[in-house]
């Protein structure tokens, strides 16, 4: 027999699910007060809140010890703290998770405002740039065309990236990595000063 564990764990996972469903033959809705590991279980391939999660914390946590990071540190002690927005993510996956990814703005704002010395523009008060932006991440990407929003912000540095997905199918098994990019720009320069790529991957076993 091949040696499967990440296809017997998922496998193993599924039963369990099936069981805590099931009951005694009949199905019934639960909620995660009532079975903790509730949002643990995966239900399809499909991108789902905890895959997001687990791609945001990765990328978040590289950002936080990053250079960049330590440079705004520095500046923040010497004169003013650097001014820095977020852009939305691109969604380059096959599925409809734009508003998923929009909920990034929020957490990244959250999390460089308590975390770091920076001064951070809200994406909410900026509805209609954040909507150009979003109509041009449709067209192939340009950092420096991103920077001249920064600099309509009166920002320093840009935070933005993208998720993707590569699938593939053998028989009736498929597997589907997902990857979440993320990089600060400076908008002054153009130039990328961080970027870290995180991969998580799901998958259907017969």
Known sequence: MKN???WTSAL??????SFVLAGCGSPQYV???E???LDEYTMSLRFDR???????EDNIKELLRSNVVKSWERQAASSVAPVVAIFPMRNETSEHIGSQLDTLLSKFETDLVNKTPASVVSHENQPDLIAEIKR???DA???????????????????TGKVYDVAERVKDERRVQYFMFVQVIDVETGQIRFQNESKLTKGLIR
């Open 4 to 6: 499967r564990p990440f």
């Open 12 to 17: 193993a996972l599924s039963l369990v699910f």
């Open 31 to 33: 909620r995660d007060s």
């Open 35 to 37: 079975e903790p590991r």
């Open 50 to 56: 905890q895959d997001l999660d687990k791609l945001y």
């Open 136 to 138: 041009q991440q449709s």
């Open 141 to 159: 990407y340009d950092p420096q065309r991103l920077a001249r929003y920064g600099r309509q912000l009166g920002a320093q540095f840009f935070v």
